[in-house]
């Protein structure tokens, strides 16, 4: 980003404007290595910060609650377009504020408090929305979760058929947000329509690879499907509800009126822009790279003595537990933080530390595959977090340093998109 695209701001709130530069510089920096993020292009960039900002547009294209909306619906409308067009859906809804008031909405719109409910346990690897007991979710739905195999760190799906026939849960979710491997959507669709639960795919974290060919879909075998719009799809934080026509006007009477008011139509805007990059043969490749980093990554921890869920990954996603290197998993977060590797400290199945202090760590590829990066890149940083983590353990700040040095280094080698 120039500074012409921040004059304005500096003129009218210098304090504020720096702030902004200090986060551009840092996201130029350090390799962000958190799976849930991305760098969004100029296009998008440019897309959410217009005069969009300014129309207020209760309600769908063509049925309004304010005037004035000739532009917005056409705006709307090629979102929504270019989305049933990329993911071969029968409908899309690109109004929900984010991810979790997407699959709010999804409650609303099959769901009545005190239903059964079924998803992952957040520490298998799920999310909250998904009826974790801390989030609204696990309050007004009894929800039940189901989770991996202590031995192989997977789904197992004859387990949760058997859960599933005992608890006859009215929505069944699959995906979740620490995931590092495949999901059979045809499995799980396969134990939903068996005992008659509306499945619910939550693509949020794989919506790019899925778009882009890298993973399979959930279109065909689940009645909803939520994402967001930012992660691996590459666009800005917004979310997307896609269904079957036969759940269209539920899902669109759940999102609006029934959880928000007027959708952020610059937001809107920047999701139609990354859709249509999310539709061209670079896409395609970039979701590609991803997976192949990934793996590239996972197989360098593995060399070091890394303990990793599930043995590895097949996606953009490594789930690390850290109890074999005595450090846990916030701290080495921390640390490598400090040496300029971002990623976050995670629960690990089975994890007897407390989530806020747990003994993994989760890391991904989808931003450093942005900037251009490959497996020789992947290999170098495992090293760098290797040497991270041993400094972590002996609380040296100064080989965190050292690192960081050596980082910025090698960024300065791959431009970011967008800044």
Same mark, same amino acid.
């Given at each position: 980003m120039g500074n012409e695209h921040l004059a304005a701001l500096e003129k009218g709130d210098p304090e504020l404007a720096s702030l902004v530069r200090e986060e551009e510089q840092r996201q130029r920096d350090k390799i962000r290595l958190i799976p849930s993020e991305n760098y969004v292009s100029h296009a998008v960039l440019e897309a959410c910060g217009t005069v969009l900002q300014n129309k207020? @547009?209760?309600?769908? $294209? %063509?049925? !309004?609650?304010?005037? %004035? +909306? +000739?532009?917005?619906?056409r705006i709307e409308e090629l979102a929504v377009s270019r989305c049933k067009t990329l993911f071969g859906v029968e409908h899309a809804n690109v109004q929900p504020y984010s991810g979790s008031p997407a699959n709010l909405a999804v409650y609303l719109a099959f769901c009545k408090p005190g239903d059964t409910i079924m998803g992952m346990g957040l520490p298998a690897g799920g999310h909250l929305t998904h009826g974790w007991n801390v989030s609204i979710t696990g309050k007004y739905f009894r929800s039940v979760a189901y989770g991996v195999r202590k031995d192989t760190g997977r789904v197992d799906l004859d387990e949760v058929r058997t859960l599933a026939k005992k608890e006859q849960p009215k929505i069944l979710w699959c995906g979740g947000t620490a995931i590092p491997r495949t999901i059979d959507f045809a499995g799980f669709h396969s134990i939903a329509k068996e005992v008659g639960a509306i499945l619910v795919a939550d693509i949020a974290h794989i919506a790019g690879l899925i778009a882009g060919g890298a993973h399979p879909s959930p279109v065909g075998f689940a009645d909803v499907v939520s994402t967001t719009t930012h992660k691996t799809l590459r666009g800005p934080r917004g979310g997307i509800l896609m269904c079957k026509a036969q759940h269209a006007s539920a899902i669109d009477k759940a999102v609006f009126p029934g959880l928000q008011g007027g959708p952020h139509n610059q937001t809107t805007a920047g999701i139609a822009v990354a859709l249509k990059e999310a539709s061209t043969g670079a896409f395609k490749k970039y979701a590609h790279a991803i997976v192949a980093n990934a793996k590239a990554l996972a197989a360098e921890l593995t *060399?070091?003595?890394?303990?990793? #869920? @599930?043995? %590895?990954?097949d996606n953009h996603l490594i *789930? #690390?537990?850290?109890?074999g290197k005595e450090v846990p998993g916030k701290k080495a977060a921390k640390a490598l933080d400090q040496a300029g590797l971002v990623l976050n400290y995670n629960s690990v199945p089975f994890d007897p !530390?407390? $989530?806020?202090? $747990?003994s993994g760590i989760r890391l991904g590829t989808p931003a450093v595959t942005s900037r251009g990066m490959g497996p020789a890149e992947m290999k170098q940083i495992a090293i760098w977090i290797d040497r %991270? #983590? +041993? =400094? =972590?353990r002996t609380d040296d700040g100064a080989a965190l340093d050292r690192i960081f040095a050596e980082v910025r280094e090698l960024?300065?080698?791959f431009p970011a998109p967008g800044l």
């Open positions: 207020y @547009s209760e309600g769908y $294209p %063509g049925k !309004r609650y304010y005037e %004035g +909306q +000739q532009v917005i619906d *060399l070091r003595g890394y303990d990793l #869920v @599930s043995g %590895g990954t *789930l #690390v537990d850290l109890t !530390r407390k $989530p806020f202090d $747990p %991270g #983590v +041993q =400094a =972590a960024t300065g080698k």
